[in-house]
Every structure is written in C-alpha cells, then in structure tokens.
C-alpha cells in the first residue's frame, strides 16, 4: 500500500535560507499538503473552509493535492477546483501508492518553505491552521495537534491510544498523538529525514532526528463527511511492530555533524 523511498535526488533542496524565528510573525508562505485517495465529495467543502482560514490572513498560501490513484472523480474535482481557484495545485500518481508517499510528493512539490499538512476527510478543521502556524512561528521547527475530543468509533479511539502508548514508549517519545495529520513543518527538515512505507506516523521523531524543536497543541476533531475510512485498526498493528524497530532502529544509529571550516 505504500510506495519505496524515493531516490536521494527528490532530497535536494535548493531555495534560499530561511530565518524561521519569531522575527517574522505571520508573513512565512505556507504549503499545505493533502492526501487524497477517493474523497470526491469531501474536496470541495475542504478547499472552501481551507480558504476561509487563510484568506482572512496575509499570508500567501498554497494548497498542494496529491491524488493518489483514486478510483473515483476525485482528479477530476481537483481540476476544477484548480481552474477556479489559483492557490490549488495538485499532482496525480499513476497507480496508488499510499499516504506516506503521497505526503512526500506533496513536500517535494510544495513552492513554500513551511508545510501543513492533513487528511481530506474533514475530520481536521481547517479552521485550526492559523493558529497553528501562529504556534509553529514561536520559535519552532514543527507544531503539531492532538485531538483532544475525537469523534472516531469506541474501538478506533483505543486501538489509537494503545499504539500512541506502544509507539512512545519503544520510541522514548511524549508525544500525545502522533496519528493526528495536522502539523506544521519546516519544509528544508521535512526533505532531509528517512523516507519508507507508513513514515508520516512518525514524523515528529524523525523531525527530532534532525534537531526540531516541537510544540503541541489542542485541535478540532470531527465526524467522517463523506466516504470511508481507509484503515483499520489491525492493518495499522500488522505494519506497525516492524515500523517501530525500524524507527528505534534509526534513531540509535542516526549521526549528525557540523563543520567547523573547509576551503572553497
């Protein structure tokens, strides 16, 4: 279900350096990110409530959708709501490949130095991009949410809780809810971590692999609009112990260094 690390040449980031401090309040562009797999019905009500939230800003924005292989009208709706709407960008894989490729087809071709990202299911309130990135802005390299009220079913709610609980304490991580899409990135970081099937349920320990600094906070969570959820609970446990030796794997083996001085 999800595509192999793309090839290191996807990794080169060239843009200009980027002062990611608290100096610049408001005014970093952002990319926002999305994953789509058979969301046709959800498209245009996310896209309006997406625009709401930032056009009542000035901040320049972007929303970048990634279709991946969906088997309904969904490029479709995508083309459209890019004909009427010049903030909408979107790319289309051939076959599908999985959310965590989908994500980094979003971040290599995203045009702004900040990412956001989350789910077409309506489930995260676009409404709440703002203020996260009011928070990402504090002098953070990642904010991220945790859905303080989920309105998912009984057995989802706790089969997230008891793999939030397995997946911090493998990972030495405090993280409340690591599964929740709504984030903040720098987009220079999210192009330098390790990429592999299921990585987008661990990207803020892999952003802490480079050295991010990472806040937390309350999000709006709410029902499924339309369609169906494209997990469950035991697909997410059958992949979920080898990614989490991989991911602990990493992290005792991951080096950094910096340079004192070279020559030209």
Same mark, same amino acid.
């Given at each position: ?15 200009? #350096? ?20 058979? #969301? ?58 999985g959310q965590s490729a989908a994500f980094c087809a979003g971040f290599d071709n995203a045009a702004h130095p900040v990412i956001v990202t989350l789910d077409a +299911?309506?489930?995260? +309130? ?10 990402? #802005?504090?002098?953070? +390299? ?34 409340? +809810? ?56 035991w697909q997410r446990a059958l992949v979920g112990v080898r990614d989490l030796l991989g991911v602990r794997w990493l992290q005792d083996r991951h080096f950094c ?8």
């Amino acid at each position: 279900m999800y595509s192999p690390p793309l090839p290191l040449s996807t990794l080169i980031y060239s843009a200009p #350096e980027i002062s990611y401090t608290q100096a610049m309040p408001n005014t970093l562009p952002a990319s926002i990110v999305i994953p789509v797999y058979n #969301e046709e019905e959800n498209l245009p009500r996310l896209f309006n409530e997406i625009a709401q939230a930032m056009r009542a800003g000035t901040r320049i924005w972007e929303v970048v959708f990634v279709d991946d292989g969906s088997s309904d009208s969904s490029l479709q709706v995508l083309k459209g709501l890019a004909q009427a709407n010049s903030e909408v960008r979107y790319l289309a894989f051939v076959q599908n490949r999985g959310q965590s490729a989908a994500f980094c087809a979003g971040f290599d071709n995203a045009a702004h130095p900040v990412i956001v990202t989350l789910d077409a +299911d309506l489930q995260n +309130d676009p409404a709440d991009i703002p203020a996260m990135l009011e928070l990402f #802005e504090q002098g953070y +390299d990642m904010a991220i949410g945790w859905r303080k009220k989920r309105q998912d079913t009984w057995s989802k709610r706790m089969g997230s809780k008891i793999g939030n609980a397995i997946r911090n304490r493998l990972t030495r991580e405090s993280v409340r +809810d690591t599964g929740c899409s709504l984030k903040a990135m720098r987009r220079d970081m999210l192009l330098r971590i390790p990429r592999f099937k299921g990585m987008h349920r661990y990207l803020p320990t892999l952003m802490k692999l480079e050295g991010a600094r990472v806040a937390e906070m309350p999000v709006n969570h709410r029902e499924r609009f339309s369609g169906v959820s494209k997990y469950s609970n035991w697909q997410r446990a059958l992949v979920g112990v080898r990614d989490l030796l991989g991911v602990r794997w990493l992290q005792d083996r991951h080096f950094c260094y910096e340079i004192r001085e070279k020559n030209s």
